[in-house]
């Protein structure tokens, strides 16, 4: 029911496929494939959070308790908001209400950056409290527990690697909105917000397992 | 992210002749012949033939280095190289013909090439996003080539921790770096192949008249999507173990070094079934067109495919018997690895009744396809052999692996390769190879391979273990046996690359097809032209429809 | 190399039950697999043959029911190999649970060398001897990476890790001397890092600890340690670095670079292995070699002592590696 | 700065109305249930409470995955390809700690 489009928008047949409508679900199809990727590469990590976990209890939990609980906690936040925006504008580029559409788009890049903002103060706060175990010339606040390193490193690990999707998510986002503000665009590229929605969201979902299993399960 | 780019980007196509101006020069390969088209293409037919020039170089790498193991090994005292040497020779061996040759091997080449003209469409779904895994491909074999020529690795293949992190002085970083790049190669391919056999068939082209090769590449795709990640994770991680001593695999912090091993074979007993399973989809198009018969079981091989695929990610534990995982996983691991026999006893006895009463030529791609059920099913029982707990702590590591893995993976793959290579030839290239040639070549491979590694069936049961630059005086005969028996391998390799370049100028033209075999691939030129299908093609009645049909045909298919 | 292997062999030499079982096993499996391969080669050939296009052959269908003769070629093999699971886990969990009253030898693999701990005390390197007729139970454990402590006569292996011990049990019948390897592949000399495991009566075990075994093995131990950790390839005659030669070096007086003029004792000798620079140079030498300190464990620094200890006259040096 | 929505015509803001409801009541949802978690996580009321986190989060994920990004309208396919990679790391997860659950 809400995928109905409005009229004049639509996608724009490329030569290999037959029917727009075979076009649609190879993309749709396509971006899932790939999310399936993107859950195993983050479950291996969180795999080897678990096995740190129950090979040493005391020295995650003393790692953990040093993460920034409400830094993280706020970022959830931020990306649940820019998930709502970007449910938004597919919703807009389905009526075919293209500049709220690229506002939306907007708003979604912009929350992008200030989960990334508060990403990086993040690592400035560990940094100043010696939570940087693998820099080698600075000290490790914990060094008397050397597991809590590996919990530690690993935290850098999931986040940077999440940011990193992020951050490419972010650029690709901008760079579509620049196309999408183009007249005409919603109906030749409409189903390309949808399968970025898709993207967008699962950067979110994933998210939504690392705050809990890296921040709140082990304090 | 990687589906959008392509999906709305193919909108405008470069214009092309009118179909019905098709004459010689419009087939694939002479539609046209600038540098740039080739570099630039996004046909899948040209990506193949670009795959297939890559992956023949690192064939003759790994050859080359696998020559160089095989010459140490003449003499037991080590006196031909360095220990060094001949650690680094079979890192690269195992590097490059693992990731830069077996597993894109038959799927980015002729699954590239021929699951668009097996379904009937005009090319894959994401045609940038093939040429895409090509230059990412290129990319981390860059890297890992950079490692060679600095100096070459020495951790082994399987690069375990905490050698790799943190003992071994050669250049592990840029080879892990190179085989993580690799791994999202197959990623793409992967999702291309599953989202085209999904979407992309010619109407009336159902499931189950879809050829094994297709079912067979839909299984193999699903394990590159599901098995790939965990290794880019692994090897990450190991190269920030390296890089930064982040200590989850190292002990002296507490990490386990185990953990690599799991997380390394989640991904690498799979890849075994991504190195096979093409291999048999190859076979399964063969052997019918040889016996000029209908596939027997079809539903039964299809299933399988899917079933190998499956029960593949239940048994990685079993490289890690006597590795320290504990005596419960041992236990489940052993008795799901023998549930493998289940979906491979269908596939060698399906061919087997095949050729019952069929009507057989045979020539060279039908040799290699007996040659490969022959080799697959001792490698396969071998197999069980270090499935089986007690067997395994007696020959866990010695060369009765090194001979079973290569019975699977040159005795399989490799001779499904060259059997596929030159079934479909005439299709790639529009010209017939020199028969003769082709069969003195198949002999003399099945011949050279069986005396190299036979041997070290032996040798392993003696307690020759693998990876060792110097051995035991007692052990040199069978050394030198499997060193003469390479020498007539090598042979048998480089004869067909002598008259299949040959055959480019000088083979005779092909026909569209030269077999009298069945399937879409058949119905259109040889080399096919550059939209595939002049006409839509008619999809046939049943899959395999060959003048000779056991009486279960009837049962099965209406 | 070992007077025991012949110079072709087809089967090696079992020496206890557990090995023997494992072979019976593996003959039992190959049996099954010739059951379940060779009709299908025959069949292949047969074929091929009997089908040859042109040949006169019936090749009306054979209405065979296909659903039921795939049901059965799936399940016949499978439920066969399972047989051998069960009989398999069953040699194997025996193998995994070493009876109490078993003998523990500690087993240490390093980079590139084996070294047991005899329950008595005495430590032999890259050897092993054993007694028959008795458990023995081996704690195994790594000092750097991964390494497999492999006995082929015994059909056993199990890893060396570094974090954590493995286990290893065996209760040999026969005497003999056979390989030991390290199986887990290792860095540069894997294939160097490993010797002899002798099999042995009681009483003869006995007679070496005492005798054979633990003196002189000493000193042997020593110079083999003395040549892994690379103070052979300075400080023997004839080596391009020319550092001093340590022959009768023990008990005599040193002359520093400083001046003073100290004896060679055992302190002195540990102090200037594991800090070899600054006010303990030797007069007229230069400041080339590196410091051992944490490089070389107390026990091994002791052992490396001893044998410096016996190596008292130039010419003795062969003789001390060559002691039995 | 003139409020967008006031340019709006009746029809276009019930269409609104309409299109952004399931949204905007997700978004609400997803943040109530990250509330508890945090609440949970912050507090740490008993032992076992990581029981109770984990239920949470299992559902703000198959929220948004059936809900935020449309599983439940997509064809069985979809879902199945939604689903699997779950299935795998369950495997994953799993096969390995039968290792490090026994050792």
């Given at each position: ?9 639509g ?10 409508a ?8 396509g ?12 479950s291996?990590?969180f ?8 090979q040493?209890p ?15 906690a ?11 925006t ?6 807009f ?26 990403k ?5 706060a ?11 010339s ?16 690993l ?11 992020l ?16 007249a ?30 890296l921040?709140v399960?082990?304090? | 992210m990687?589906a ?9 196509r470069e ?6 101006t098709?004459?010689r020069?419009?087939d ?8 740039r ?19 023949t ?18 003499v ?25 040759f ?8 002729f699954?590239?090439f ?10 894959l ?12 491909f ?11 020529v ?38 793409l ?7 085209t ?13 879809l ?7 839909y ?29 989850v ?14 997380l ?9 079934y991504?190195?096979v ?12 067109a040889?016996?000029?018969?209908k ?20 048994v ?8 320290g ?10 008795a ?18 095949t050729?019952?009463k ?14 490969y ?6 490698g ?25 893995f290569?019975?699977?993976?040159v005795g ?7 059997g596929?290579?030159?079934f479909w030839?005439?299709?790639?290239t ?24 036979f041997?070290?069936f032996?040798?392993?049961y ?19 046996l ?39 691939e ?11 299908f002049l ?24 | 190399m ?7 062999e087809l089967?090696?030499?079992?020496v ?9 096993l ?19 050939t047969?074929?091929a ?21 795939e049901i ?36 240490i ?6 070294k ?10 890259n ?81 070496w600890?005492?005798h ?11 110079r ?20 001093p ?47 051992f300190?944490g ?14 200890k ?10 001390a590696?060559?002691?039995? | ?16 109305r ?24 912050a ?8 029981i109770?986190?984990l ?21 069985p ?10 299935f ?5 997860f ?10």
């Amino acid at each position: 029911m809400s995928k109905e489009l409005a009229d004049g928008v639509g996608v724009a047949r490329a030569g290999h496929f037959e029917t727009v409508a075979q076009q649609r679900a190879a993309a749709t199809l396509g971006i899932w494939a790939w999310l399936i990727t993107e859950l195993l590469l983050f479950s291996a990590l969180f795999l080897v959070a678990l096995i740190v976990r129950i090979q040493h209890p005391e020295a995650t939990v003393a790692a953990a308790k040093h993460l920034k609980f409400w830094i993280g906690a706020t970022n959830t936040v931020v990306l649940i908001c820019s998930s709502l925006t970007m449910s938004m504008a597919i919703e807009f580029s389905r009526i075919g209400w293209q500049r709220a559409m690229v506002r939306a788009m907007l708003a979604t890049a912009a929350l992008g950056g200030l989960f990334l903002v508060l990403k990086g103060y993040e690592y400035y706060a560990d940094w100043d409290e010696h939570m940087m175990p693998f820099l080698g010339s600075r000290p490790f606040a914990l060094a008397e527990t050397p597991p809590a390193r590996l919990f530690v490193n690993l935290y850098y690990v999931a986040t940077i690697l999440h940011a990193v999707h992020l951050f490419t998510g972010i650029a690709l986002l901008l760079g579509m909105t620049w196309m999408a503000a183009k007249a005409g665009f919603l109906s030749r590229h409409q189903n390309w917000i949808e399968v970025y929605g898709l993207y967008w969201h699962f950067i979110d979902l994933v998210w939504i397992l690392a705050f809990p299993i890296l921040y709140v399960v082990n304090r | 992210m990687s589906a959008s780019g392509s999906v709305g980007g193919t909108a405008r196509r470069e214009p092309h002749a009118p179909e019905a101006t098709l004459g010689r020069k419009a087939d694939y390969l002479h539609a046209d012949s600038t540098l740039r088209s080739w570099f630039l293409t996004t046909d899948h037919k040209r990506i193949a033939i670009l795959y297939l020039a890559s992956i023949t170089g690192f064939f003759v790498i790994g050859a080359v280095a696998a020559g160089v193991v095989r010459l140490a090994l003449i003499v037991p005292n080590g006196a031909i190289m360095t220990n060094d040497t001949y650690n680094k020779a079979f890192t690269i061996h195992g590097v490059v013909m693992v990731w830069f040759f077996l597993i894109p091997s038959i799927p980015a080449t002729f699954g590239n090439f021929l699951i668009p003209l097996m379904i009937g469409a005009k090319d894959l779904a994401f045609p940038k996003l093939n040429l895409t895994s090509w230059y990412v491909f290129m990319a981390g074999a860059f890297f890992t080539l950079v490692s060679l020529v600095l100096g070459g690795v020495d951790t082994g293949w399987t690069f375990y921790a905490p050698l790799s992190t943190a003992f071994s002085n050669t250049w592990v970083l840029p080879a892990l770096i190179g085989v993580t790049i690799v791994g999202f190669s197959s990623i793409l391919t992967g999702l291309n192949f599953v989202v085209t056999i999904h979407t992309m068939r010619a109407p009336g082209m159902t499931w189950f008249k879809l050829p094994i090769f297709v079912w067979a590449h839909y299984a193999t795709s699903l394990i590159f999507l599901l098995a790939t990640p965990v290794i880019t994770t692994a090897l990450i991680l190991l190269i920030m173990e390296r890089g930064f001593h982040i200590g989850v695999f190292d002990p002296a912090y507490g990490g386990d070094p185990v953990l690599f091993q799991h997380l390394f074979w989640f991904y690498s007993h799979p890849a075994v079934y991504i190195m096979v399973l093409p291999g048999m989809g190859v076979i399964s198009e063969i052997v019918p067109a040889f016996a000029q018969k209908k596939l027997f079981g079809y539903r039964f091989v299809a299933y399988a495919s899917i079933g190998l695929a499956s029960v593949t990610f239940f048994v990685w534990g079993h490289h890690m018997f006597v590795n320290g995982q504990s005596d419960l996983a041992s236990l489940v691991f052993s008795a799901l690895s023998f549930a493998v026999a289940v979906p491979s006893a269908v596939k060698v006895y399906n061919w087997t009744a095949t050729i019952h009463k069929g009507s057989l030529r045979l020539d060279t791609p039908m040799l290699y396809a007996m040659g490969y059920i022959g080799l697959f099913v001792l490698g396969g029982l071998t197999g069980l052999y270090l499935a089986t707990l007690a067997i395994n702590q007696h020959i866990h590591a010695t060369y009765f692996v090194v001979a079973h893995f290569h019975y699977i993976m040159v005795g399989g793959t490799v001779l499904a390769f060259l059997g596929g290579l030159h079934f479909w030839w005439p299709k790639f290239t529009g010209r017939m190879y020199s028969e003769p040639w082709g069969r003195v070549s198949a002999m003399l491979i099945f011949i050279g391979f069986n005396v190299t590694f036979f041997p070290q069936f032996i040798l392993g049961y003696l307690g020759m273990p693998r990876r060792y630059a110097t051995y035991p005086v007692e052990f040199q005969l069978l050394n030198v046996l499997s060193s003469a028996g390479a020498t007539i391998l090598a042979a048998g390799y480089i004869f067909p690359m002598l008259y299949l370049v040959y055959s480019l100028w000088f083979g005779r033209k092909a026909p569209a097809n030269p077999w009298n075999a069945k399937g879409l691939e058949w119905e259109t030129g040889s080399p096919p032209p550059k939209h595939n299908f002049l006409s839509p093609p008619a999809v046939p009645r049943i899959p395999y429809d060959y003048p000779i049909q056991a009486q279960e045909a009837q049962d099965q298919h209406g | 190399m070992t007077p025991n292997h012949a110079a072709l062999e087809l089967w090696p030499a079992a020496v206890s039950g557990t090995a023997t079982e494992t072979d019976l096993l593996i003959l039992a499996f190959t049996v099954l697999t010739l059951l379940l391969t060779v009709p299908v080669f025959v069949a292949i050939t047969y074929f091929a043959l009997r089908y040859r296009e042109g040949s006169e052959a019936d090749r009306s269908p054979s209405g065979i029911r296909s659903n039921l003769i795939e049901i059965s070629w799936m399940l016949i093999p499978f439920l066969l190999t399972l047989i051998f699971f069960v009989w398999g886990a069953r040699v194997f969990i025996a193998s995994k649970n070493a009876p109490p009253d078993a003998m523990v030898i500690e087993a240490i693999g390093r980079q590139w060398m084996w070294k047991f701990q005899h329950p008595t005390g005495q430590a032999e390197i890259n050897d092993l001897h054993v007694p028959i007729g008795q458990p023995i139970r081996l704690r195994i454990i790594s000092q750097d990476v991964i390494h497999a402590l492999y006995l082929p006569a015994l059909r056993l292996q199990v890893a060396a890790l570094p974090d954590r011990y493995t286990d290893l049990w065996f209760k040999a019948d026969k005497i003999g001397t056979y390989h030991l390897y390290c199986s887990e592949y290792c860095g540069t000399d894997h294939s160097v890092m490993g010797g002899e495991i002798s099999f042995m009566n009681p009483g003869d075990y006995q007679d070496w600890l005492t005798h054979s075994g633990a003196q002189q093995g000493k000193v042997a131990a020593g110079r083999t340690l003395y040549e892994a950790y690379g103070c052979a390839g300075c400080h023997d005659p004839g080596s391009s670095v020319k550092a001093p030669s340590l022959a009768g070096l023990y008990g005599s007086p040193v002359k520093l670079a400083d001046g003073r003029t100290v004896t060679a004792d055992d302190a002195w000798l540990r102090e200037k292995i594991l800090n070899p620079n600054g006010d303990r140079l030797a007069e007229g030498y230069k400041q080339v070699m590196p410091s051992f300190a944490g490089r070389i464990p107390e026990g091994e620094l002791g052992t490396i002592i001893d044998f410096l200890k016996s190596y008292t006259a130039p010419a003795s040096g062969k003789a001390a590696q060559a002691t039995p | 700065m003139r409020n967008p929505l006031a340019a709006l015509s009746a029809d276009d803001r019930a269409l609104l109305r309409r299109r952004l409801r399931t949204p905007v009541l997700t978004f609400l949802e997803l943040l109530a249930l990250l509330a508890v978690n945090v609440t949970l996580g912050a507090t740490l009321p008993f032992a076992q409470v990581w029981i109770v986190e984990l239920l949470v989060v299992a559902v703000m994920v198959a929220l948004i995955l059936l809900v935020s990004m449309e599983v439940i309208h997509e064809p069985p396919l979809i879902r199945l390809f939604s689903g699997i990679g779950f299935f795998w790391v369950a495997i994953m997860f799993g096969m390995t700690l039968t290792d490090y659950l026994a050792r």
